[in-house]
């Protein structure tokens, strides 16, 4: 199945490519467009979470009504999710597409000649053969063979060759992995600039929660005053920053492994997932700019 969606992006990354003749370019391009077709779903999913939130209250009183009873717990839940027309396991789809997204541009990335070009697999094969013929064994990568193929044509200005991709960006060769070339300190500046922008990321969605969150404490303290004590309302609030700190946490996983695999993965790899972060923040704060508009014009 990832071959499938490999394949299908590498038909419209080369589409990309044949316009601009760069790769890095045709990276930037393509993160962007994906990011554009995903918006609906996402906008559905920031409406699905927003719908979630309001429904909340009414899950922890069925929780307290039902805290001996798990299969009337169950029903009353299932039945709560039909009347506001929710999926309980919509966020699963998501979930599921952002893993192949992932999966296959990493197989995209690492082997751009087959999935890109669509060259043959045997021809590939001995262009391989004849470059150990002619510099020797250690000029083939053995986790990016491909890429090998590619700094060979480069280095001898066979552009006209099919499998020729010109990696070249701003200074930068975007077919090196840090691993591989870590003595030469240009290989860490894509990832540096991942890293940095997964902090913003981070920060920034935290700081949207946690506003959203003391909002949300300060209504409720504000309408129960007269039916509950100070303490349990600290108590609510407590829990609620629990909350936040394990999403923070959470957050955090992603980014670390991310950055893991970029610093063992060609350099194209860590490029699409910078712009795709870039992206993503500019998402959310249009999506927070649109839903509270939304929300202020249901009041």
Known sequence: MINFFSNIFGYFLNWIYSLFQNYGLSIIIFSILIKLLMLPLS?????AMKKNEKVQKEM???QVKHKGNPEKLNQEMMELYKREKINPFGGCFSVIIQFILILSMFYLV???ITYMKKIDKAVIEQQIVDIKKEN????ISKG???MSIIKYLQKEKLTENDMYINMSFLGLDLSEVPQENYKDIKVFIIPALYVISSIISIKFTTAMTKKKTEEKDNKEIDKNNDEVDKSKANKEID???LTVQMNKNMSLMMPILSVSISLV??????LYWLVNNIMMIIE???LNKLLSKEEKQDV
């Open 43 to 47: 906008i559905k999913q920031q409406k």
């Open 60 to 62: 922890k009183i069925l």
């Open 110 to 112: 690492r082997s751009p």
């Open 136 to 139: 020797g064994e250690d000029t």
């Open 144 to 146: 990016y063979p491909e």
């Open 239 to 241: 829990q609620e920053e």
């Open 265 to 270: 993965a060609p350099l194209g790899l860590a």
């Open 284 to 286: 959310r704060l249009f």
